[in-house]
């Protein structure tokens, strides 16, 4: 009997549904077995480092060296496929051979670096945040200095800065920071700059030079206006004061600048204070310090730019003591405000006798 025309047609379909199954699955088999765990029961993991700038088959390349993945051919197929290439960042990261490729993609892409993380304050000087560095286990105090005065570093906002131990006081911007494991200081360091050269923006640079200030002299403004104030309104007051004082000629007479020389933090100076010889005593020196005395937080660098509008020369704490401060046009409104304060602070120390 004749076979139809219609089964002949039958067979070389079915033929091709066959060998497309049987491709479909051995795909899926290859992925499963190339992007499946080097070793699924590994409790063990290792710190793998994708360097900045690095491209995929770098990546790839680096993960098959250290024996994470099978495959970097598979693993760059795998990146396009998966809209992964281009996407992994910088840093070191905790990898495991029992993570499947996919697993490993989406941690590189994630961000998620280990390594040390340290908090700079706003109001640290350098040698607050050296002893703070070297107690987190991240760099000793010498490694820091030694950076701090012999490091090299690009960046537009220290063209004005002198050379020497406060180089870089003002700059290391107040944040939290995570660096890799094996930062060295100059990578530490470098971090800070360059989240100050984030915050400084164009804007900025453009109202310094409306201000006929440089990077240099609004940092030194702002870095004083951070010890001195704590509340918006107030910095503002306070930037306004510094820039009449220096318009009129009269000195700054600022506590906080004492405090940078003497390294001790006083509710009131006193007279011994005032009389050290130094460059930045603002009791017997006109005009601003030499350099910034902290690093101020991003709220004090606004107002050194955007001041109050004030006649204002004289300011003192208020008879509250919470750090706030009060504000005169005249030398005898001072006079009247300082009473208070001086009634206020004699109390607060004949109650707190170690605090003086």
């Known amino acids: 009997m004749a076979t139809s025309a219609k089964g002949k047609n039958k067979k070389p379909l079915i033929i091709v549904i066959a060998i497309i199954i049987v491709a479909f699955v051995a795909g899926i088999s290859v992925t499963m077995v190339m992007g499946g765990p080097v070793d699924k029961n590994s409790k063990d993991y290792e710190i793998v ?10 990546i790839a390349a680096m993960l098959e060296e250290k024996g994470m993945i099978k495959s970097s051919f598979f693993f760059k197929v795998k990146s396009k496929i998966g809209g992964y290439d281009g996407d992994y960042k910088a840093g070191q990261y905790a990898v495991s051979k029992s993570m499947s490729m996919k697993e490993q993609m989406e941690l590189l892409c994630s961000g998620k670096i280990v390594g040390k993380m340290f908090t700079i304050p706003d109001g640290n000087n350098l040698d607050k945040d050296a002893t703070l560095l070297e107690e987190n286990n991240i760099i000793t105090k010498e490694e820091f200095y030694d950076e701090v005065m ?10 004005d800065a002198p050379a020497g131990a406060e180089r870089l006081e003002g700059f290391l911007y107040p944040e939290t920071y995570q660096v890799d494991m094996d930062a060295d200081a100059h990578t530490v360091i470098d971090t800070m700059l360059k989240q100050f050269d984030k915050v400084f923006t164009d804007e900025y640079y453009e109202r310094a030079e409306e201000l006929g200030l440089s990077v240099h002299e609004v940092m030194t403004v702002a870095s004083i206006i951070e010890r001195e104030a704590k509340t918006d309104e107030d910095k503002k007051n306070v930037a306004s004061v510094i820039y009449n004082r220096l318009e009129v000629g009269m000195p700054l007479q600022m506590d906080s600048i004492l405090a ?4 001790e933090e006083k509710i009131k100076a ?27 937080g991003l709220t004090s660098i606004e107002a050194a730019l955007y001041p109050a509008d004030t006649d204002y020369l004289y300011f003192v704490a208020t008879d509250k003591l919470d750090g706030t401060n009060v504000f005169s046009e005249t030398y005898e409104e001072f006079l009247k405000d300082k009473e208070a304060f001086d009634k206020a602070y004699q109390k607060y120390i004949k109650e707190h006798p170690d605090k003086k």
């Open 260 to 263: 940078y020389i003497t390294g």
């Open 270 to 296: 006193s007279l011994e204070d005032t009389q050290v010889e130094s460059d930045y005593n603002p009791y017997t020196n006109n005009g601003l310090p030499p350099g910034p005395i902290c690093s101020p």
């Open 150 to 159: 012999n490091g090299e570093f690009d960046y537009e906002f220290l063209k």
């Open 49 to 58: 480092k994708v360097e900045e700038g690095s491209s995929t088959g770098q």
